[in-house]
């Protein structure tokens, strides 16, 4: 048997190709050998501060954190152990840095230090940790500076150091005068000196910090002088009177010699070469309340002269003289009462402040543009009580003679003043909050409506107007006392001070006010005098509308009535709508227009009954 052989063919490498697979080989083992070297270089300092790294020169290689803590703590004593002395000039306070506010943080200190190695990526902190290995970090500790605690520390010091300025003065015991010595005032600058310890301490040093003292002079004087000037004050009591040009019959208001000792005062002044000396004067501050509270009673507003218009002569005839307006001039009798004291003169004459109106007697219709009628308007009161014609009267008579200046806004509300009994008002019914009382200057609605229609026929700016809740039949009458529904929309209320009238005189001229009253006839005339600018007034009315038929009556018990009696104090009257337009023409050529819309409530039949009396019951309405 015949055996074949076959033969094997092996491969042989290329040298090169040896070589390279030897070197991959190589490295892959570097990098084992590397890696598992890092790993447990890594493993070595888990939760330890990696090798050449210190704080202040503490070696903490291969320290916890809490070991560090304790050693940096321990190594760094200056804010307990440091010595700060404040000095001013002789007086020093011994005190350490960490009374101061100065605190070390160990722990922020070490952080930083374990922090170093472990911030980036593995291939960064490798780098970082071996670099930190071959060249040590030294970490500077960190200090904390809380200024809080020096301010705090500083400002109870400054108690000790601070002392006020005393100036030399004239001073009194009761009515004798004595001199007083002078004190230099001292005051810590605490912001100064926390400057200095804040670079002190920082820079951990021991040392002395001088204290930054703001010292203060007092003016020396030789007080002989004023100390003479003081007691010819005090020779006799002061008295201030009002002036021989002022007709009041008021005053004298006299200080006694213990009053004026108690006012006196001394005043440091500066001199025309910029020195200082004291002087002696009454104190300007205690005298100046007085005339303060004593200003009011003395004052008295510019009023212009009240007139009426002749309509034969075209002129102006005073009927009320105009008030020269004044107020107490205090800067100015406080330098009187000086002057005069220093002069020996205890007698001082009140000085005033003059304002003289705009329209004094001396005006002329001429002067003022009063040249003519230029509207009038009337309305009734038929029916009206004694006390509602009283309050009537009462209040147009405060218009009676007034004047209104170009472009000037007239309120009712601030020419009528007050509505009381003691102002000529009587006790009538009015409207308020939604019923029908009795009110003092019941009434007075009379006197705004007729103005309010001589304003808007007159064709001048309706700047506010309130209408009433209500239709009221007072406001509606014509002669004959009839009723004209035409008049619904044009009445206006005021109820001092909350609701007021205002119109504005918008033109050129001065107009002036006039109002008379004809008992006999019912009647309230309001009569404007100027100039006319050629304005005419056309109105139309929408008479009323969306009507609302009136509730049923209203019945109040009044304990001052008799069992049995009721009295009808208000009449129903429905609610309705009603706009009025006014238009403004001048020349033919409509300048302005406006509409007055006004919405009414129904209203019930009102009465009061005394206690005990059986109402009646309403019939049903259809």
Known sequence: METTTTPVHVRKIPLADQLILALIAGILLFFLVAGGGVIGFEIAHSGKIFPGISVGAVDLSGLTPAEATARVTAAFTYPQTGQIFLQDGKDAWQVSPADLG?????????????????????????????????????????????????????TGLAAKINKPVVEASVGLNGIDVQVRSGQTGRELDVPATLERISAKIQGLQDGVIQLVVIETKPVILDASAQAELARQILSAPL???????????????????????????????KQEDNTEKYEVSVDSSKLSTFLTNLAPSLAKDAQNARFI??????????????????????????????????????????????????????????????????QQQVSYFYGSSAARIQNITAAASKFHGVLVPPGAVFSMADTIGDISLDNGFAEALIIYNGMTVTGVGGGVCQVSTTLFRTVFFGGYPIVQRYAHAYRVSYYEKVAGNRIDPRLAGLDATV?????????????????????????????????????????????????LKNIVPAPDPVYRENPDLPKGKINHIDYAVDGADVSVTRTITRNGQVVGQDVISTHYVPWPDQYEYGPGTEIPTPEPKN
């Open 102 to 154: 100065l605190y070390l943080d160990p722990e922020s200190s070490v952080t930083q230090a374990y922090e170093i190695g472990r911030k980036g990526n593995i291939f960064f902190n490798v780098e970082t940790q071996f670099r930190t290995w071959k060249s040590p970090v030294n970490l500077s500790p960190v200090y904390v500076f809380d200024q809080r605690r020096a301010h705090k520390y500083l």
């Open 239 to 269: 008295e201030l009177y009002m002036p021989e040009t002022q007709p009041d019959k008021v005053g004298p208001w006299t200080f006694d010699v213990k009053t004026l000792a108690g006012m006196l005062n001394v005043e440091r002044v």
């Open 309 to 374: 218009f002749n309509d034969d002569t075209h002129q102006l005839e005073v009927i009320q003289h105009a008030v020269i307006g004044r107020t107490l001039d205090i800067e100015g009798t406080l330098n009187a009462v000086q002057g005069n004291l220093s002069r020996n003169d205890h007698t001082v004459p009140l000085v005033f402040k003059l304002n003289k109106p705009p329209a004094s007697d001396d005006a002329t219709a001429e002067q003022l543009g009063i040249r003519e009628l230029v």
């Open 495 to 543: 109820y001092v001070p909350l609701v007021d009238f205002k119109f504005k005189n918008d033109s050129d001229s001065w107009l002036l006010m006039e109002t008379y009253i004809n008992r006999n006839n019912a009647t309230l005339t309001w009569k404007f005098y100027s100039t006319s600018d050629g304005r005419k007034v056309s109105w139309d009315t929408t008479g």
